[in-house]
């Protein structure tokens, strides 16, 4: 059954059409995931429950806000452009826990992520990772 299980890798013209909340949502899960591996990959001794709460930290809007602070004249041209489109995204809800400027820029950094992710440019992906770890490990 897995086996025929791929991700179909999108050109960057692909990408690029895509509406910037599709991009945000591909991210949103790709960078969950990576966190939540990331953690247990640090601590197997960990319930579900704490690796969750855990993950929180990483994945919250503010956070997301936080990367996007230290990341941003980081990136390339393109990479700029999609996280402005996703910022700049009209969302139809903010969630009553995070501030609307922070919620935008956590967007853009999903929107980001899941361009990467789809594109499959591992090593651009990878230092986006590294630096948010850096970035939450801060706080």
Known sequence: MLENFRVREF????????????????????????????????????????????????????SQSDIMHNIEELLTEEESYIYKRGRNAKSATVPKNADVRDYRM?????????????????????FVFNKSIEVCKEQ
């Open 11 to 62: 050109s960057k013209d692909e990408a690029r059409r895509l509406n910037p909340l599709q991009l945000a949502l591909v991210g949103d899960g790709v960078y969950e995931v990576f966190i939540r591996d990331y953690i247990l990959s640090n601590n197997t001794e960990l319930s579900a429950h704490k690796i969750h709460r855990k993950a929180i930290g990483y994945v919250k809007a503010k």
């Open 106 to 126: 956590a967007t853009g950094f999903e929107a980001l992520v899941g361009y990467l992710y789809l594109i499959n440019d591992k090593e651009r992906l990878e």
